[in-house]
């Protein structure tokens, strides 16, 4: 045994019997490399990372992190680059078998239509968040230009919550923020989407990607601070107000916006950038969306999310934490279910990673992003980051609950209110 699944972990397990909840992170390359060399680097990382070779089981009513012996598997599959977006697609779709280790795979892609290559890992989100999966293609990307992959990570994998500031670990302290939070919410009723079947039980996922270059990313970063807010707030409002246009009628709306808040430089102590594992929380809030215009809600999103990670909501894994009340077996996994489906309110999220430092990176790394798949009640899920001057948002929904026409209005509300380019070739399937 590694140890047992903190309450993140735990939670992840249980959603991945209702959908696959995977991690998948795309590499775009100028240039065409050996399949051996990348299974050798695939192996050196995976050496450096415990949680790269890890399955789960069940011990004593509990789950827990078991070692396993197997590399990550690789296939190499040339493509068109118009194929693509299926195979992404694909990914989000395959289930892991959870009690076999590794928890990731891997799928190189020579471009048979153009130079270049695509490298697409999927990883399982108990052992990795977005933030943790781009830097393992990273990795992998710098140990087939002969660097050694970065410092190996601790004999027992860290769980985040104990690493929670010390004045978060008491729990007066859970007991102060759930107060706030529902004193803030008091009175609000969060509208459910008429367009979005979430008990669907087909899953298809669709993976879209708008890309934002300069100028316009300097023209969205002063749209932010003339709107009292963040770049991440402008991108969240047209987020919600492209959900909002979905209705049929031109009333306000209140929308419930999740942002997955990574914790690696909030814990106590610190914890490096380069640990692999699943270090963030999740936090949730409900915004009232006007068809009419919403100058404000760029500042709204901006300040809700500051005070949300400044009273600790993401530290103490409030939604997270509830896994823990479930016992691992067929009556744990049906609870668990009927309460996910009755207490968690539709929603989008928004997961922004940021600007990925380049350094260290080989000049044919052209690209490299995440996308996550979306959870039962997510009408989409969308992931930002920037590299080498680009800004990336990939948007992911399921066919299988949101039929193509609002989803494809949503992507393309969200393109026109933010100046992007949706970059997705989609061949024939």
């Known amino acids: 045994m590694v140890r047992v699944l903190d309450p993140a972990e735990r939670y992840y397990w249980f959603v991945e019997h209702m959908a696959p909840m995977n991690a998948i992170t795309i590499a775009e390359l100028d240039c065409e490399i050996n399949p051996d060399d990348l299974a ?8 450096a990372h415990r949680l790269l070779s890890v399955g789960i089981a069940r011990l004593d009513g509990d789950l827990v992190f078991v070692s396993g012996r197997d590399e990550i598997p690789l296939t190499v ?10 195979v992404v697609d694909a990914e989000m779709d395959s289930a892991f078998d959870l009690e076999k280790a590794p928890l990731a795979r891997a799928t190189y892609l020579p471009l048979v239509d153009g130079p270049g290559s695509v490298i697409v890992i999927a990883t399982h989100h108990t052992i990795s968040d977005a933030l943790a999966s781009i830097g393992f293609v990273r990795e992998v990307v710098r140990a087939v230009a002969g660097q ?5 990570d601790s004999e027992v994998p860290i769980a985040v919550h104990d690493r929670f500031p010390p004045e978060l670990a008491a729990p007066r302290a859970a ?15 969060i509208d459910e989407f008429p367009f979005h079947d ?3 039980s087909t899953r298809q996922s669709r993976f879209h990607q708008l890309a934002i270059r300069e100028p316009a990313i300097s023209e969205l970063a002063t749209h932010a601070k003339a709107a009292g807010g963040t770049v991440n707030g402008v991108i969240g ?3 919600l107000e492209s959900v909002a246009a979905l209705y049929d009628d031109e009333a306000d709306r209140v929308i419930t916006l999740s942002s997955p808040a ?7 102590p610190p914890i490096d950038r380069h640990y692999f594992g699943l270090i963030m929380g999740m ?9 009419s215009g919403n100058p404000d809600l760029p500042r709204q999103i901006s300040e809700q999310i500051r005070r949300e990670v400044q009273r600790g909501e993401a530290h103490l894994f409030y939604r997270f934490a509830r896994a823990n009340a479930y016992s691992v077996d067929a009556k744990g996994l049906a609870a668990f279910r009927e309460w996910y489906e009755n207490s968690t309110p539709d929603s989008v999220t928004l997961s922004n990673m940021g600007r990925i430092d380049d350094t260290g990176d080989p000049d044919y790394l052209r690209s490299v992003t995440a996308v996550l798949g979306a959870s039962s009640n997510q009408v989409a899920f969308a992931s930002v980051s920037t590299y080498r001057g680009e800004l990336l948002i990939n948007i992911n929904t399921d066919e299988g609950k949101l039929a193509p026409d609002p989803r494809d209005a949503l992507i393309r509300g969200v393109a026109q209110r933010l100046g992007a380019v949706e970059t997705t070739r989609r061949g024939a399937g």
């Open 40 to 47: 050798v680097a695939f192996g050196k990382v995976q050496a």
């Open 77 to 86: 599959r040339p493509i068109r680059r118009d194929e693509l977006a299926w």
């Open 148 to 152: 050694e992959p970065g410092p190996v």
């Open 175 to 189: 007991v102060d923020v759930l107060r706030a939070i529902r004193d803030e919410r008091k009175g609000v009723e």
């Open 198 to 200: 979430r008990h669907c």
């Open 237 to 239: 409002a047209a987020v």
């Open 262 to 268: 990574e914790l690696r430089t909030r814990a106590h």
């Open 283 to 291: 936090l949730s809030s409900p915004y009232r969306v006007s068809p």
